[in-house]
């Protein structure tokens, strides 16, 4: 750590498992005014401490498990959970769940201990696994792991008016890149070299392959033990996915708040009022914000935190000036600023999951280091009843050309994702004002979480019938209602236990025909509708069904009896040929029953003669009267035996 010049290099890895989105085409924004550090009388900036190595680097893999796979749905690739080793034997049943939760959504995962050991033995461990067959899309860090300082000095006016100012900050770019250099060599002497603290990142594309999302929580000691802390956040991260989380408004809504410096931002073109509505949509979004040329109190610390933060709002999405601690608002045409400290949010444990922190250093999960004693992005997300996930930046800056970020959110997809798509489409259109505004982005919580969620399986599909047809066997059901309504995954088995995925089915349609069939074989059958997040409702009630092919050979012995009756075409509308074979002269009856016993209509009632006869019923009953849409049983009575054949009439 005390060499003079300093270089963290990697070779090329050229597997990369996990689909990044990519950028769209950027609107012009112009630079914001830049979020300051704000903070009471007596509370000063200090500079960051770097990584204490307490020993060799220790790494132990407990559990890896793969996703569950559900017809369909698409991979979300590899998640690594690295867990402080001293938590896990109080958080490891918590962590067990979490894996099976993020299997259900597709995600494999990883759970590994780690001790010891530097940042760059961590990134080196993690750029293992993305190159690994298996892959890797992002990270979950849960306690206090490896981080890294980086420092700069930084023009803000970006036209040398103003003295540069220096820096220092937590940087987790650090381990989603997989591919670049990173140095420590004094940035062509602009900051000390060979400190420990990086100064320069080297990335050729200038990118970014996978997420990382922090839980850190001994830093927020007035909330609870860690372990406490840990437990209680993977409770409700499981009750959100579960739809098991105290009721949010329907539809769901999100809050913007905006101090006087950037209300002009809230309705720009691509704004922040544009953003929310990609997720929430249009009327779900309350805005609230002041303007600089006009800087009233609408926004102001006493109205957020009595008539905003106690409501019913899914997501809180700021801007305003403040230090880990807390942030505020300038009231009274910016003569007395109002503050919203960390003991507000704990005080007032707002409904709120998902908070933007366009807050200096808000997010600065090392905030222990400057005697803050907690951070505001941290005890937002990790609050007693609500809170889940918090994005801002540990040191001065945040985020902005949000497009890139909410519109990938709306698709719906994980904020983890969204936040590749963002810093890669930002930086690609604005790299000079990366390293000051974004260098220091960090999630908080789990980034796999999905804003505006319905968690909710669809609605369980009725009336499965399916009935042997000409070549095949068709298979219908009847619709689930569910607005967000994906497709549904039909299952097969030759027993009535034992289903296994047959086919998907786009919705709307409800109807399919299976030929890999065999004759006089039994199968059974089960639909399920799955949803645009890839919830799946639970099994329908099966149906079986013999296939009967009309054209197999028939043995010597005779026509067997599941030979002997048999309609086409079926599904019909509004008529079908019903087929029966009788194996010596007998008195014939044929009926067709509705699905409550009711004869409706007597088609056969005589003597017949040996051999293969056809009739045609043309939906009506015994009154010529059209009969409705449904499945209908043919029932054939000879010679003291009796056949019983589904028909499925649709119209």
Same mark, same amino acid.
């Given at each position: 750590m005390g060499e003079t010049m300093r270089r963290f290099g990697m070779m090329l890895v050229t597997i990369a498992m996990g689909t990044l989105l990519a950028a769209s085409a950027p609107a012009s924004h112009p630079e914001p005014l830049p979020t300051r550090w704000t903070a009471p009388p007596g509370i000063e900036r200090l500079p960051h401490e770097v990584w204490p190595s307490t020993g060799p680097f220790i790494v132990e893999e407990m559990n890896a498990v793969g996703p569950t796979w559900t017809p369909g749905r698409a991979e979300q690739g590899r998640v690594a959970i690295i867990v402080e080793n001293a938590l896990y034997g109080d958080i490891g049943s918590s962590l067990t769940e979490y894996q099976t939760d993020l299997a259900s959504k597709g995600y494999g995962s990883i759970t590994s201990l780690v001790d010891g050991g530097t940042p760059e033995d961590l990134r080196t461990y993690l750029i293992g696994l993305y190159g690994a067959p298996e892959g890797l899309v992002g990270v979950v860090f849960v306690g206090n792991v490896p981080y890294i300082i980086y420092e700069l000095m930084?023009?803000?006016?970006?036209?040398?008016?103003?003295?540069?100012? %220096?820096?220092?900050?937590?940087?987790?770019?650090?381990?989603?890149?997989?591919?670049?250099?990173w140095y420590d060599n004094g940035a062509g002497g602009t900051v000390g070299a060979g400190n420990g603290k990086y100064d320069v990142w080297d990335d050729p594309a200038d990118e970014i392959e996978i997420w990382a999302g922090r839980m850190r929580v001994d830093t927020l000691p007035q909330l609870g033990d860690p372990e406490d802390v840990l437990?209680?956040?993977?409770?409700?991260?499981?009750?959100? $996915?579960?739809?098991?989380?105290?009721a949010q408004a329907d539809p769901a809504q999100g809050l913007i708040y905006v101090d006087d410096d950037w209300g002009n931002m809230v309705g720009d073109y691509h704004g922040d009022a544009w953003c929310m509505r990609q997720v929430y949509g249009t009327g779900n979004v309350t805005s609230v914000f002041d303007l600089d040329s006009n800087p009233g109190n609408d926004a102001t610390a006493s109205? %957020?935190?009595?008539?905003?933060?106690?409501?019913?709002?899914?997501?809180?999405?700021?801007?305003?000036?403040? %230090?880990?601690?807390?942030?505020?608002?300038?009231?009274?045409?910016?003569?007395?600023?109002? @503050?919203?400290?960390? !003991?507000?949010?704990?005080?007032?444990d707002p409904p709120a999951l998902f908070y933007s922190m366009f807050v200096c250093s808000?997010?600065?999960?090392?905030?222990?280091?400057?005697?803050?004693? !907690?951070?505001?992005?941290?005890?937002?997300? *990790?609050?007693?009843?609500a809170g889940l996930v918090s994005w801002g930046s540990a040191k001065t800056g945040g985020m902005w050309n949000d497009e890139d970020f909410y519109s990938v959110l709306a698709e719906p997809n994980a904020f983890g994702p969204a936040f590749?798509?963002?810093?890669?489409?930002?930086?690609?259109? %604005?790299?000079?004002?990366?390293?000051? @505004? @974004?260098?220091?982005?960090?999630?908080?919580?789990?980034?796999?979480?999905?804003?505006?969620?319905?968690?909710?399986?669809?609605?369980?599909?009725?009336?499965?019938?399916?009935? !042997?047809?000409?070549?095949?066997?068709?298979?219908c059901w009847r619709p689930s209602a569910d607005a967000d309504l994906d497709y549904y995954a039909l299952? $097969?088995?030759?027993?009535?236990?034992?289903?296994?995925?047959?086919?998907?089915?786009?919705?709307?349609?409800?109807?399919?025909?299976?030929?890999?069939?065999?004759?006089?074989?039994?199968?059974?059958?089960?639909?399920?509708?799955?949803?645009?997040?890839?919830?799946?409702?639970?099994?329908?009630?099966?149906?079986?069904?013999?296939?009967?092919d009309p054209t197999a050979v028939v043995a010597s012995s005779g026509v067997p009896v599941k030979s002997m009756l048999w309609n086409r075409p079926n599904p019909f509308n509004?008529?079908?040929?019903? $087929?029966? !074979?009788?194996?010596?002269?007998?008195?014939?009856?044929?009926?067709?029953?509705?699905?409550?016993? $009711?004869?409706?209509?007597?088609?056969?009632?005589?003597?017949?003669?040996?051999?293969?006869? *056809?009739?045609?019923?043309?939906?009506?009953d015994d009154r010529g009267i059209p009969v409705g849409s449904g499945i209908y049983l043919s029932r054939l009575e000879a010679d003291g035996r009796a056949l019983t054949r589904k028909m499925l009439l649709l119209k």
């Amino acid at each position: 750590m005390g060499e003079t010049m300093r270089r963290f290099g990697m070779m090329l890895v050229t597997i990369a498992m996990g689909t990044l989105l990519a950028a769209s085409a950027p609107a012009s924004h112009p630079e914001p005014l830049p979020t300051r550090w704000t903070a009471p009388p007596g509370i000063e900036r200090l500079p960051h401490e770097v990584w204490p190595s307490t020993g060799p680097f220790i790494v132990e893999e407990m559990n890896a498990v793969g996703p569950t796979w559900t017809p369909g749905r698409a991979e979300q690739g590899r998640v690594a959970i690295i867990v402080e080793n001293a938590l896990y034997g109080d958080i490891g049943s918590s962590l067990t769940e979490y894996q099976t939760d993020l299997a259900s959504k597709g995600y494999g995962s990883i759970t590994s201990l780690v001790d010891g050991g530097t940042p760059e033995d961590l990134r080196t461990y993690l750029i293992g696994l993305y190159g690994a067959p298996e892959g890797l899309v992002g990270v979950v860090f849960v306690g206090n792991v490896p981080y890294i300082i980086y420092e700069l000095m930084q023009d803000w006016d970006g036209a040398g008016g103003d003295p540069a100012e %220096y820096e220092d900050f937590p940087c987790d770019l650090f381990f989603m890149d997989m591919d670049g250099d990173w140095y420590d060599n004094g940035a062509g002497g602009t900051v000390g070299a060979g400190n420990g603290k990086y100064d320069v990142w080297d990335d050729p594309a200038d990118e970014i392959e996978i997420w990382a999302g922090r839980m850190r929580v001994d830093t927020l000691p007035q909330l609870g033990d860690p372990e406490d802390v840990l437990n209680n956040y993977f409770l409700k991260n499981h009750s959100y $996915r579960t739809g098991t989380m105290p009721a949010q408004a329907d539809p769901a809504q999100g809050l913007i708040y905006v101090d006087d410096d950037w209300g002009n931002m809230v309705g720009d073109y691509h704004g922040d009022a544009w953003c929310m509505r990609q997720v929430y949509g249009t009327g779900n979004v309350t805005s609230v914000f002041d303007l600089d040329s006009n800087p009233g109190n609408d926004a102001t610390a006493s109205d %957020y935190k009595t008539n905003h933060l106690p409501l019913n709002y899914q997501m809180a999405f700021l801007r305003s000036h403040g %230090y880990p601690g807390g942030h505020g608002f300038y009231e009274d045409y910016r003569n007395t600023f109002g @503050w919203v400290t960390t !003991s507000n949010y704990r005080a007032i444990d707002p409904p709120a999951l998902f908070y933007s922190m366009f807050v200096c250093s808000g997010c600065d999960y090392t905030a222990e280091y400057g005697g803050y004693a !907690s951070y505001v992005g941290g005890t937002a997300a *990790f609050n007693q009843d609500a809170g889940l996930v918090s994005w801002g930046s540990a040191k001065t800056g945040g985020m902005w050309n949000d497009e890139d970020f909410y519109s990938v959110l709306a698709e719906p997809n994980a904020f983890g994702p969204a936040f590749v798509n963002w810093f890669n489409a930002s930086h690609a259109a %604005y790299a000079e004002y990366a390293p000051r @505004w @974004w260098y220091g982005m960090v999630l908080i919580g789990d980034p796999t979480l999905i804003p505006n969620g319905d968690y909710f399986a669809p609605q369980i599909p009725a009336s499965l019938v399916a009935v !042997s047809g000409e070549g095949q066997i068709d298979v219908c059901w009847r619709p689930s209602a569910d607005a967000d309504l994906d497709y549904y995954a039909l299952y $097969r088995g030759t027993d009535r236990a034992t289903p296994s995925f047959l086919d998907s089915i786009d919705a709307p349609d409800t109807a399919y025909a299976d030929v890999d069939v065999e004759h006089g074989t039994t199968y059974t059958y089960w639909v399920t509708a799955v949803d645009n997040l890839n919830n799946e409702s639970d099994y329908s009630t099966p149906d079986t069904c013999t296939y009967f092919d009309p054209t197999a050979v028939v043995a010597s012995s005779g026509v067997p009896v599941k030979s002997m009756l048999w309609n086409r075409p079926n599904p019909f509308n509004p008529s079908t040929e019903i $087929r029966f !074979s009788v194996e010596r002269d007998a008195f014939v009856a044929l009926h067709v029953f509705d699905v409550h016993g $009711r004869c409706v209509r007597t088609l056969v009632r005589q003597e017949m003669e040996r051999g293969t006869h *056809f009739i045609v019923w043309d939906g009506t009953d015994d009154r010529g009267i059209p009969v409705g849409s449904g499945i209908y049983l043919s029932r054939l009575e000879a010679d003291g035996r009796a056949l019983t054949r589904k028909m499925l009439l649709l119209k």
